[in-house]
């Protein structure tokens, strides 16, 4: 059956002897493409190349280099490893059949060889090969649609999280330099506490990047204070401030309605959910809306607690001027164990240059000078 030669597969033969050379070339030549190459050397020349066989036919016994260290060189190269390899030679010693399938060879036919076993073994090795690609590259394809789908799924929860930190920014009079300015806060300072005794099992790679993506929510409860409240160019009385201090609770719970819909209460709202609820909690207890104090207080809150702090301090707002990035470092220093957990305050202390950097980066107009 004549096949037209572009959809042909090739054949490679690797063979010293004229005689079985020929032999072969007329046997294959109908049905396949064939190359012939006379020793070790040029087969892996051959098979090495753009064009490479689509199965090899290797005789064991050759000068130089024998069959067997050809079969070996193959399997290792990554470019002619899934090429199926079938030894065709005199060899019969069932210890040379089973040397030569150890190598990775595909099949092991002996000479004299019979035409229709040849042809029989081609035809089922190519078959084998086709399948083998074909799976090869579906499953090339699954990782690359499954990596893409990961990617929109990421890109979405990002999103989603700037959106609605956005959102609640907005109705505070704030900046999205805000948002972006915590981020990069919290980012910094838990990379700072990854080898401490008292974060090193929570502050993990993906903990991080996730708390660098919960932080826009912080204050995402604010949408449910009243304007009067919220914008208020004056102290607040102590009635209002119990308003105010509802945010944290309205965050919460508006943060667990989200992860309801996902059916889970570990999904990737979990920091923010913490964020939102407790990063008003103070060290000693003094804090709201759960007086919480010492550990019981979650890192995610201990740690926003600082940046939420240190950014309202060099942040213009409408009941009070912007402070300077030192004045905010010194007040946050004399908050050190009452307001603030020790070790967080003095990871801050140590990298305070870096807040300062970014705060200056995503400066806003009317701030303070840092």
Request: glycine share 6%; charged share 30%.
């Amino acid at each position: 059956m004549e096949k037209h030669d572009e959809k042909r597969a090739t054949i490679l033969v690797v063979d010293d002897s004229p005689d079985s050379v020929a032999l072969l070339s007329s046997l294959l030549s109908p049905l396949y493409r064939v190359k012939i190459a006379t020793s070790g050397d040029k087969a892996l020349a051959i098979a090495r190349n753009g064009d490479a066989p689509d199965l090899i036919l290797l005789d064991v016994v050759m000068p130089g280099m024998d069959g067997y260290e050809v079969c070996r060189l193959l399997k290792l190269d990554p470019r002619t490893s899934d090429i199926p390899v079938i030894f065709l030679t005199g060899r019969a010693d069932p210890v040379d059949e089973a040397r030569g399938l150890g190598l990775g060879a595909a099949d092991y036919i002996t000479k004299p060889p019979s035409p229709s076993i040849v042809l029989a073994r081609i035809d089922t090795h190519l078959r084998l090969k086709s399948a083998h690609d074909f799976l090869k590259d579906k499953n090339a394809y699954l990782e690359l649609e499954v990596a893409r789908r990961t990617a929109e799924v990421t890109t979405i929860q990002d999103v989603t999280m700037i959106a609605l930190g956005s959102l609640a920014e907005t109705r505070d009079n704030e900046t999205g330099n805000h948002i972006r300015r915590t981020q990069y806060y919290i980012k910094v300072l838990a990379e700072s506490l990854m080898g401490h005794r008292r974060f090193s099992r929570f502050l993990t790679e993906p903990t991080i990047e996730l708390l660098y993506k919960s932080a826009p929510l912080h204050d995402i409860g604010k949408v449910g204070i009243p304007d009067t409240i919220l914008k208020k160019p004056d102290k607040l009385d102590p009635a209002e401030f119990e308003i105010m201090k509802r945010h944290t609770v309205l965050g919460m719970e508006a943060i667990v309605a989200a992860e309801r819909r996902f059916g889970s209460p570990t999904s990737f709202l979990s920091l923010a959910r913490e964020i939102a609820w407790t990063h008003h909690e103070k060290w000693d207890g003094t804090g709201y809306p759960r007086g919480l104090s010492g550990d019981d207080i979650p890192a995610s809150g201990r740690l926003m607690a600082i940046v939420d702090v240190y950014d309202a301090l060099i942040s213009r707002r409408v009941y009070k001027a912007a402070f300077t990035h030192r004045i905010a470092v010194e007040i946050i220093e004399r908050g050190t164990g009452a307001h603030f957990d020790p070790d967080v305050a003095a990871a801050f202390a140590s990298i305070a240059p870096r807040f300062e950097e970014i705060a200056k980066e995503f400066s806003d107009s009317g701030d303070a000078a840092p």
